[in-house]
Nanobody, 122 residues
């Protein structure tokens, strides 16, 4: 069992930065792939970034590649999403997820946080 709690969301101007954090509980955290997804009002949840259990390799959606960076600290049971050069289209609720196998499909994740809101003003 893994419980996830996101934090770090807020209101930021276009071009600004935010760092989202995801605190995980559970002794087996380091064995899970971790992902960030987002959902804008009236839209489906979409993949943003993911990282393997070892933290060595990360993957990003085309929409955020080059602007966002995912990282993890297995010793602290934490996952982070550094978001730079934010755009109004990045406005969404951001969710942290954990899964044995990961991937870009949210259905491959077993555990989800409650989400944190990111709003980018123009």
């Amino acid at each position: 069992q893994v419980q996830l709690v996101e934090s770090g969301g807020g209101l930021v101007q276009t071009g600004g930065s935010l760092r989202l954090s995801c605190a995980a509980s559970g002794r087996t955290f380091s064995s899970y792939a971790m992902g960030w997804f987002r959902q804008a009002p009236g839209k489906e949840r979409v993949f943003v970034a993911r990282i393997r259990w070892s933290g060595g390799i990360a993957f990003y959606s085309d929409a955020v590649k080059g602007r966002f960076t995912i990282s993890r600290d297995n010793a602290k049971n934490m996952v982070y999403l550094q978001m730079n050069s934010l755009k109004p289209e990045d406005t969404a609720a951001y969710y942290c997820a954990a899964g044995r196998w990961g991937g870009d499909d949210g259905a491959r994740y077993d555990y989800w946080g409650q989400g944190t809101q990111v709003t980018v003003s123009s």
